[in-house]
């Protein structure tokens, strides 16, 4: 998407069809169709007052994601690194001159919303690309819809989702994922455990696609090395860390497991740990990537402090991302850096906590930074097409992670290297990275 | 109550029939629709199951389970499925929707399902119980026939169970209303059935009771509408019986009571006693009567034996009776009854025989017959004292008879006593000089004598009667009316003056003097009364009436009258707003010149010729009157706008004008007018007189033949006047203690000898308040008024004082060497038609002691003008006392030389304007040829000139120069007080002016 005029009209007009959006569910349903009706006329007015002004053209990305809800803090991170990105690479002159611009609609981690966002992304804000979307199923249930615009060229650009369903056909070919899939953590997770003897593993996870996908990679890795789940227990999407997940425990802890892997959500997951230390519990508990680690490890923190007990040992966090503290690696410095500028344009009743380092911010601002590299490489005519070329063509691009960055058009995930944390001593200490396999 | 058991069991009967009815329709129903639906959900979930298994094929063998778990999210989602559960080949959960497990239950069948010998076969229905209650259909529909896994899924049955069961409540709610509406059409139509019937029950009720008053209101056409009909006929009819029959027994009784209360009210009262005895001589019955009769009040004889009550006689007569009675009536007998105590009295006794039902019986009749025997005795005396009473009555009467013959004759002797004097009186009534009439109160004549018919013109009174009875002889038509009120008010009428029409239509003023007549009860008979005719006498009143009220000059209304009209006027004016009127006063100009001249025949025909002119142009509701002399009045009433009075005013002015012929001489003469119109605020008809008369003043002021309306200015001045007037005559008549009024002496020089000649007094009045007046300011106005008169004495006097103080002056300096020397003092012209001036003047000049020769008297030319010749007379006799006479302001009016010669003047007066043209030749032209032409005349007449008003050198060489021998003014001196104006002379200015002008000192 494309569009001329001056900046801060645009800017703001783009923010105020941002927050119009964001609104959906609490505004009377006229007022949310005037103001876009209204700036998109402006727009327009203003797009004809200077055609000409090439250095102010911008590039804007739909971002649907959960804002509200137990999973926003996802939703939030992912977003603020995004932004920190593109603030960066706005400041320096844009990507290869152009503007680059995230608008933002919030689907609560839900399907459905997440279905009218993406529709109005691509039919009424005209978005250039999707770009962002957090969660497995919200993004699951928006594929059927790329296809749909499939004349388009419409995609879906790096994802905050590991699930397979994106890495497979037949929608392979209109997403472009960055991060280590779900398969990718689950096999990391299990050799590790049965690496150290661990035979007997359970798994707890979300009842839905996401958790599936998890399960299913457990139960994969496991067929490896001949064994399968002694027991899994379900949990229903969008349970809140004060669910009681005692009978999940008490299930779970029937089949004697020495080791569990959970697939699920940081306020679920950790509710199952506390619910299963208080239980007795003691084996090893695993979580993944979507668990967003730092946000689990604060419920566990503050439980911590009421019950007097340490719940963070025999943790054990598969991450898709190294450490942003790590010192060796440009990315971190240069998300430190940019995320210390950025000015964090969430909308502000969407913004409660202060900005800390984020593992997920990281993940974001990764992805923000291939964007940017690519758009740089667009030329003077971005196209949905030419992105994908662009993407596609590029081979080995470093961005100063430690792993080189390579998209194909049977593969379409950039990264493959998984890294397992623990907590330990006030902080996360990377165990060792496991590098990845392409398949 | 029978027919509300009735009603009863009817409607229960149909409730029982219909609920028993609906309970079965509801029950099997119920159960028909349960069944249905299960089977019908059943199917639905077998249907779910094989879409499921049929339509995710591809996914379901891809094994992975992430996409599976999607696809069966979706489908739970969409289908409403408790759970789905996907096993594959080998048996393994592949993907479920169990949170946090899959149950037991659920898994006890998916483990059975590989061993199963008929898997392949197709899908498996059974209803599971899952913990918790929860009754679910479960589906297992293998996938590809087992070879892709299998799917199971699980139909809470918690739903179906829940719409069946508002499905069935629904359709049982539907019976339930339609049985509801049942009961009510039946328990209206059941009603209306039994209603009627048990109307009609009551009514029956009442009837058996008697009680016809109720009616019934069924009308219907059914079988119970016949029934009701029935009813109400066969109740109509017992009715009529019932009543009939009980009011001919209560008739019967009525008639039976009546006649045995009157029956026995009769034996119980009649006189005669009653006794009725059986066959046998005993008792039956008797009354009270009977027992008084022989005394035995207060027994009971009944029962007993007839023979032994009332004695064996009587008893005796009753029962011998009973034989002779038999079949005949009654039988009379005569006893004499013996009554108990012995004493006997007749008796009469009827015996007739009467059978009853328990026997004959004989009804007795005793009568005691005692006082009827009397009775006859006393009758037979009484004829016997009556005849001794008409022999006696027979006497007296033939006594009276005589003594009436002897009145007769004397009756006789006095009525031809009457009828002489009547014929007395008839001779003195016939032959009155007034006339004398009896009349009715209705007025018709009873009488009139023939001085009566005269006075009226009849030639009898025969006519006289015939004539005036009919018709009223007064020309008022209320006169009768008023002659009677009078009469009925105090008896007597006095003077009643009225004009009455004689027979030939002439009218007379009669009075009449009448009295009422009445008999002794007060009645009027008639009115009688004297007439004589007054008519003489009444036309002397009238006459002089409209003298009292009229100038007998010119016939007109005088002032009186006028302002009784006006007076009304005004009230109408205050009655009827929209009422105007106008007042006028008119004044003839120069009449007295007229009048003088040619005569006051002349006068009086002016006057009476002036008067038609102005009845001429009056209407008739208008009043012109005269007031005397020549002045007017009108008053115009009615008028619709002022406009009127001012061409009323102009036709006058203009009809006055025309030359007029008086006894051969041709007379113009005009009229000045003053009109008030605005008459409306005025409370006195003095003061809008008053306001006329000034307005009238104004309009002469201005010039002959003209009118003027008042207006508040003229008000104004004419107050301010009236303030100078008072103030003056104030100061006149005190000014020896006021001392407003001054004089001052102005020295009249010789120029020529350059000495002093003599002075002008001038009159000064310092009014109240410190102001000066002039007197030109205030002269005018004491003509006007007539202080002229005192105020010109008294200067005179005044000044005489003074003169003789100069002459003594003159005299000590030098007792010759003063001729000429004379002091001038002003005359009004009003003295020169007053014959008292010249008398006073020479009074006066004696009294001063002072030589005549030494004052001259100063008059204006139109002194003269005005009146020729009283003028003259006055003139001549003033200059035989030896006055100078001097013409002021010579020059400025007509200046006649005739005058100067008549009036034989020595000096004349050159006016200040004159003098003060000297020099300015190119300005005022003529002056100098003016004063040369006077100076020259002065000379040639020998008259002294003496110049006023000398204010410079060059006006003082310039009379010089001309010969002009006197002058006065300020350019010698002032007009100064008397002490100075002696000072001067004692100074010696009378030799010589000390500063005498234009030649220095010397």
């Known amino acids: ?439 | 109550m029978r027919f509300r058991g009735l009603f009863a069991r009817l409607l229960l009967f149909v409730v029982a029939a219909f609920g028993v009815m609906a309970l079965a329709t509801s029950l099997l129903s119920g159960r028909e629709l349960n069944e249905s639906m299960v089977r019908e959900y059943e199917g639905r979930a077998v249907a779910l199951a094989r879409s499921i298994a049929d339509g995710n094929t591809e996914i379901l063998l891809s094994r992975n389970a992430g996409a599976i778990q999607a696809a069966i999210d979706l489908h739970q989602e969409m289908g409403g499925l408790s759970y789905i559960l996907v096993l594959d080949p080998h048996g393994d959960v592949v993907a479920h929707t169990f949170a946090p497990v899959v149950p037991e239950e659920v898994m006890a069948i998916v483990r059975e399902a590989p061993g199963k010998a008929h898997f392949g076969a197709g899908h498996e229905t059974r209803t599971l119980i899952l913990p918790g209650d929860v009754e679910v259909i479960h589906v297992a529909q293998p996938i590809l026939g087992g070879k892709g896994g299998c799917v199971h899924i699980g139909l809470d049955k918690e739903p179906i169970r829940k719409a069946i069961r508002k499905a069935i409540f629904r359709q049982q709610m539907l019976t339930l209303g339609v049985f509801l509406a049942f009961v009510a059409v039946a328990f209206f139509f059941i009603r209306g059935i039994t209603g009627p019937l048990r109307q009609l029950a009551a009514y029956a009720q009442r009837v058996a009771n008697h009680d016809f008053t109720a009616t019934c209101d069924v009308r219907s056409g059914d079988e119970i509408g016949s029934l009701a009909e029935a009813m109400r006929t066969m109740a109509g009819q017992i009715s009529g019986h019932v009543t009939q029959l009980e009011r001919s027994v209560a008739e019967a009784t009525c008639e039976l009571q009546d006649a045995l209360g009157a029956l026995s009210a009769i034996v119980g009262n009649i006189a005669d006693g009653l006794l009725v005895v059986d066959a046998d001589g005993v008792i039956v019955r008797h009354n009270p009567a009977l027992l008084r009769m022989y005394g035995m009040e207060g027994q009971d004889i009944a029962g007993r034996n007839c023979a032994e009550v009332f004695g064996a006689q009587t008893g005796e007569v009753v029962t011998r009776s009973r034989e002779e009675s038999m079949g005949s009536a009654a039988v009379l007998h005569e006893v004499l009854a013996t009554r108990p105590d012995g004493s006997q009295f007749p008796a009469e006794i009827t015996v007739s025989r009467v059978a009853l039902t328990d026997g004959p019986v004989q009804v007795c009749i005793l009568r005691d017959i005692s006082v009827a025997k009397k009775i006859e005795q006393e009758r037979e005396q009484s004829r016997v004292l009556l005849e001794r009473m008409v022999a006696e009555r027979t006497r007296d009467l033939s006594r009276t008879n005589t003594q009436l013959k002897i009145e007769v004759a004397e009756r006789k002797v006095v009525g031809d006593a009457l009828r002489r004097a009547e014929a007395k009186f008839r001779g003195i009534f016939e032959n009155a000089a007034e006339g004398i009439f009896q009349i009715t109160p209705e007025f018709r004549y009873l009488s009139a004598n023939p001085a009566m018919a005269h006075i009226l013109g009849y030639d009898t009174p025969e006519d006289l009667i015939a004539e005036l009875s009919v018709k009223s002889p007064y020309v008022e038509p209320n006169r009768r009316q008023e002659f009677l009120a009078l009469m009925e008010e105090s008896g007597r009428v006095q003077n009643f003056e009225s004009q009455v029409r004689t027979r030939d239509g002439s009218v007379l003023w009669i009075s009449e003097n009448a009295r009422k007549v009445v008999d002794n009860t007060g009645r009027v008979l008639f009115y009688e009364g004297f007439v004589s005719d007054i008519t003489l006498r009444k036309q002397a009143e009238n006459k002089l009436m409209h003298q009292a009220f009229h100038d007998s000059l010119t016939g007109l209304p005088n002032r009186l009258l006028f302002m009784d009209h006006l007076r009304m006027a005004m009230e109408r004016a205050r009655r009827r707003p929209n009422f105007r009127f106008a007042v006028l006063y008119m004044d003839l100009d120069r009449f007295k010149v007229i009048n003088d001249s040619l005569g006051h025949d002349i006068g009086d025909q002016l006057l009476r010729h002036v008067a038609q002119a102005l009845m001429a142009c009056a209407r008739s509701t208008d009043t012109v009157a005269r007031f005397g002399g020549d002045e007017f009045a009108i008053l115009l009433e009615d008028i619709t706008a002022h406009r009127d009075a001012i061409l009323f005013c102009r036709r006058v002015l203009e009809d006055i004008a025309q030359p007029m012929d008086l006894d051969g001489r041709e007379v113009v003469t005009s009229g000045s007018l003053g009109i008030v119109l605005r008459t409306e605020a005025y409370e006195r008809p003095e003061a809008l007189l008053r306001d006329a008369d000034t307005a009238m003043y104004h309009a002469k002021a201005m010039g002959k033949s003209r009118f003027k309306v008042f207006n508040k200015k003229m008000h104004t001045k004419a107050l301010e006047t009236m303030e100078t007037e008072i103030a003056l005559r104030r100061a006149l008549d005190l000014n020896h203690e006021l001392d407003e009024l001054t004089l001052l002496y102005q020295p009249i020089l010789d120029i020529k000898q350059g000495r002093l000649a003599g002075f002008e007094v001038l009159l000064r009045w310092r009014r109240e308040g410190g102001r000066e007046m002039l007197p030109g300011e205030f002269i005018p106005l004491a003509e006007e008024t007539g202080i002229i008169y005192p105020l010109d004495y008294w200067v005179f006097a005044q000044a005489c004082c003074a003169i003789r103080e100069f002459d003594k002056a003159l005299e000590a300096r030098s007792p010759f060497g003063h001729q000429g020397f004379a002091t001038n003092i002003n005359i009004s012209a009003k003295h020169f038609r007053s014959p008292m001036l010249v008398g006073h003047l020479e009074q006066t000049v004696r009294n001063c002691g002072v030589k005549p020769q030494s004052i001259a008297l100063e008059i204006t030319e139109s002194v003269l003008l005005d009146n020729v010749g009283s003028a003259t007379e006055v003139a001549a006799k003033i200059r035989e006392l030896g006055l100078g006479l001097c013409i002021d302001d010579f020059g400025t009016g007509y200046s006649s030389l005739n005058y100067i010669q008549r009036f034989s003047v020595d000096a004349i007066k050159i006016d200040r304007d004159f003098v003060a043209g000297i020099g300015r030749a190119g300005e005022e032209g003529g002056s100098e040829a003016i004063i040369n032409t006077l100076v020259t005349l002065g000379s040639g007449l020998r008259l002294k000139v003496v110049a006023e008003g000398v204010e410079t050198v060059e006006q003082l060489n310039y009379l010089s120069s001309l010969g002009c021998r006197y002058a006065q003014g300020y350019l010698f001196a002032p007009a100064l007080p008397e002490s100075e104006a002696l000072r001067l002379i004692q100074s010696g200015a009378a030799e010589s002016w000390p500063d005498f002008p234009g030649r220095g000192k010397g």
Request: a positive charge; glycine letters at 10%.
């Open chain 1, 1 to 439: 998407m494309f569009r001329h005029g001056k900046p801060v009209s645009l800017a703001s007009a783009a923010c105020r069809a941002r927050r119009a959006a964001l609104s959906l569910t609490s505004r009377p349903a006229w007022r949310v169709a005037l103001r876009p009706v209204l700036c998109l006329a402006l727009c327009l007015v203003l797009a004809g007052l200077s055609p000409a002004r090439a250095a102010e053209r911008e590039l804007v990305f739909g971002m649907s994601a959960a804002f509200t809800g137990p999973a926003r803090g996802l939703g939030m991170e992912y977003y603020r690194g995004l932004m920190a990105s593109f603030e960066h690479a706005n400041a320096q002159g844009g990507a290869g001159g152009l503007r680059l611009v995230l608008s933002l609609r919030d689907d609560g981690y839900d399907p459905l919303p997440a279905l009218a966002n993406t529709i109005g992304f691509v039919e009424q804000e005209r978005v250039f690309a999707l770009l962002g979307y957090v969660g497995t199923p919200t993004t699951a249930r928006v594929l059927p819809l790329l296809k749909h615009y499939e004349a388009e060229g419409m995609i879906l650009l790096f994802p905050f989702t590991g699930a397979d369903l994106l890495r497979e056909p037949p929608y392979n070919s209109y997403v472009f994922n960055l991060r280590a899939s779900y398969f990718d953590e689950t096999r990391g997770v299990v050799e590790a455990l049965v690496a150290s003897g661990k035979r007997r593993i359970a798994v707890f996870h979300q009842g839905d696609i996401y958790g599936r996908n998890g399960w299913d990679g457990v139960r994969r890795a496991l067929k490896g090395f001949g064994l399968s789940i002694v027991a899994d227990v379900t949990y229903r999407r969008g349970a809140p860390y004060t669910q009681d997940f005692r009978q999940e425990v008490g299930l779970l802890m029937a089949a004697q497991p020495d080791a569990i892997v959970t697939v699920g959500t940081a306020p679920a997951c950790a509710g199952f740990i506390r619910d299963a230390r208080n239980a007795g519990l003691a084996a090893p508990i695993a979580t993944l990537s979507f668990a967003d680690a730092d946000n689990l490890v604060k419920f566990l923190l503050a439980q911590g402090r009421v019950t007097g007990r340490d719940y963070t040992t025999e943790l054990i966090f598969s991450e898709v991302v190294p450490s942003y503290d790590d010192p060796s690696l440009p990315a971190a410095k240069l998300y430190r850096q940019a995320m210390s500028q950025s000015h964090a344009a969430l909308p502000a009743h969407l913004m409660r906590e202060e900005y800390v380092p984020n593992r997920l911010s990281f993940e974001g601002f990764l992805a923000g930074q291939v964007l940017v590299e690519a758009v740089k490489r667009l030329g003077g005519a971005p196209t949905r097409a030419g992105l994908a070329r662009v993407l596609l063509n590029q081979k080995n691009l470093d961005i100063g992670l430690g792993e080189n960055i390579n998209f194909e058009a049977d593969h379409n995930q950039g990264l493959h290297q998984t890294y397992l944390m623990v907590y330990r001593d006030g902080g996360f200490q990377t165990l060792k990275p496991r590098h990845g396999v392409r398949p």
